[in-house]
């Protein structure tokens, strides 16, 4: 059973930093990435990030250049650290797993609870 559960959330300044966490667990070896989701007021979820076996990793959107997606397999854990961070980045973020294939990300529908943030000016 696929289990993803994110942390990190909370409210900070524009300009300021935050790092999600996601936990996974029970992710069968076909799931081999990683995406993070993002849901702000009135919006669509939109991708974010996505890595690949801990190395290929896709960014989409403002996050390019200021958002930077890792993955500590000996935790189980992806990270999103988020820096010079936007009143716009304001959302609940969501994990997210799916599959890589031709250099692209594949989301599934296995996703976790959210993470809130909020970034005020």
């Known amino acids: 059973q696929v289990q993803l559960v994110e942390s990190g959330g909370g409210l900070v300044q524009a300009g300021g930093s935050l790092r999600l966490s996601c936990a996974v667990s029970?992710?069968?070896?076909?799931?081999?990435?990683i995406g993070w989701y993002r849901q702000g007021p009135g919006k669509q979820r939109e991708l974010v990030a996505a890595?690949?076996?801990?190395?290929?990793?896709k960014y989409v959107g403002s996050g390019k250049g200021r958002f930077t997606i890792s993955r500590e397999y000996a935790k189980n854990t992806v990270y999103l650290q988020m820096n010079s961070l936007k009143p716009e980045d304001t959302a609940v973020y969501y994990c997210?797993?799916?599959?890589?294939?031709?250099?692209?990300?594949?989301?599934?529908?296995?996703w976790g609870n959210g993470t809130l943030v909020t970034v005020s000016s």
């Open positions: 029970g992710t069968p070896s076909n799931l081999n990435a």
């Open positions: 890595i690949f076996n801990g190395c290929s990793t």
């Open positions: 997210n797993a799916g599959f890589w294939a031709n250099g692209d990300y594949y989301g599934l529908d296995y």
